[in-house]
């Protein structure tokens, strides 16, 4: 055999086996699809707004997040995840109350993180608060 022909003919037998690798792939295609589906449909999770919750073993606040951690935390999640006409915003699905329970259960280990930023972020606010008001008077 040629060099040529055997080139082409090792060409032929790979582009046979990819073929039929496709086609044994596109006849798992169909039932992957139905157990996606599946699995989707059993997923579906309707979200309704949730209630804010607050302990009273706290005082009336939540379970972390004292009144102004709560005010800063509510402000911030709002500007990430804003309201929009018939879409709930981060209030209506209860953020604070879940990031609120979350510090004071699973991720107790990053309360003092969460301290640290909420402090920086109430340091920041008078000057993004002057800097607004004078780009605002311009």
């Known amino acids: 055999?040629?060099?040529h022909d055997e080139g082409r003919r090792a060409f032929l037998v790979g582009a046979a086996v990819v073929g039929a690798g496709a086609a044994a792939g596109a006849a798992l295609v169909p039932e992957a699809n139905a157990e996606s589906r599946?699995?989707?449909a059993a997923a579906k999770i309707v979200v309704a707004p949730v209630e804010n919750h607050s302990h009273a073993a706290s005082g009336g606040h939540g379970a972390f997040f004292n009144d102004d951690d709560a005010a800063t935390v509510t402000a911030f999640t709002e500007r990430l995840w804003p309201a929009a006409p018939g879409k709930p915003g981060a209030t209506e699905i209860?953020?604070?109350?879940?990031i609120d329970l979350a510090l004071?259960?699973?991720y107790a280990e990053h309360q003092d993180f969460?301290?640290?930023?909420?402090?920086?972020l109430d340091g920041?606010?008078?000057?993004?608060?002057s800097t607004a008001v004078r780009g605002a008077q311009r």
């Open 38 to 40: 599946q699995r989707t």
């Open 124 to 129: 920041l606010l008078p000057q993004v608060l």
């Open 114 to 120: 969460y301290r640290r930023g909420l402090t920086a």
């Open 1 to 3: 055999m040629k060099k």
């Open 104 to 106: 004071a259960g699973a």
């Open 94 to 98: 209860g953020v604070l109350n879940y």
